[in-house]
């Protein structure tokens, strides 16, 4: 079955730098979803990028997607404080479910 | 914003008891499922729910587990005979009809610990 893996596991970065995050799939996919998590809570739908787009933003969020390498990255801009928490990649492809990535742990310092 | 409501948020339970977790969904949504995370681990994928009959499952939603919607709105998920290694969060998650721009809607989540 497909996987989303993401690296890198864990990033730590200072308030106000860009925050990159990577994930690669293995089959082909409808549509590629960003995810995020606090800590010990639900997965809040960030983004969604369809197999025939390459790029999408959303305020401070840039996504990228390569179906030719099968991988896609999130890119938060000017991170803050409250960005801190989970990013997970999620493919969905025509059985209409969600397979997530391993996710990244995402610390900013303020 | 719509949103998917879980209860219990926590719930603790004697290994070898039954547990029963219940989501209210968003109305007019048509595919419903049911998702775990081990602490620190991945989300994943249990069973896939449309039309009132599973549509899908994956090798972790064993003969212990099963799904149904007991008054046409609420979407249970019941663990016949709780194992340890079913502690873990489990989130109910919706799909609405428009999937080529719209994300899935997830619950907030049950934490089961078994004991």
């Known amino acids: 079955s497909q996987q989303g893996e993401e690296d890198p596991q864990a990033l730590s970065i200072q308030e106000g730098e860009n925050a990159t995050m990577n994930c690669s799939y293995k089959t082909s996919i409808n549509n590629l979803q960003w995810y995020r998590q606090n800590s010990g809570r639900g997965l809040v739908h960030l983004i969604l990028?369809?197999?025939?787009?390459r790029e999408k933003h959303s305020g401070r969020l840039r996504v990228t997607l390569d179906t030719s390498k099968k991988s896609s990255s999130l890119l938060i801009t000017a991170s803050r404080a409250a960005d801190t928490a989970s990013y997970f990649c999620a493919t969905d492809d025509s059985s209409y479910k969600l397979i997530f990535g391993s996710g990244t742990r995402l610390l900013v310092r303020p | 914003e719509p949103e998917v409501t879980q209860t219990p948020s926590h719930q603790v339970t004697q290994m070898g008891q039954e547990v029963i977790l219940r989501c209210v969904p968003i109305?007019?949504?048509?595919?419903f499922y049911w998702y775990r995370q081990i602490l620190g681990q991945k989300v994943e994928f249990l069973v896939s729910?449309?039309?009132?009959?599973?549509?899908?499952k994956s090798e972790i939603f064993d003969d212990q587990f099963s799904v149904e919607r007991p008054d046409g709105s609420n979407f249970t998920l019941k663990i016949r005979s709780t194992k340890l290694e079913d502690s873990a969060m489990y989130f109910c998650a919706q799909r609405g009809r428009d999937t080529s721009n719209y994300g899935y809607t997830f619950g907030s989540g049950t934490r089961l610990t078994v004991v």
């Open positions: 109305s007019n949504h048509l595919y």
């Open positions: 990028i369809r197999s025939n787009e």
């Open positions: 729910f449309y039309n009132n009959e599973i549509s899908e």
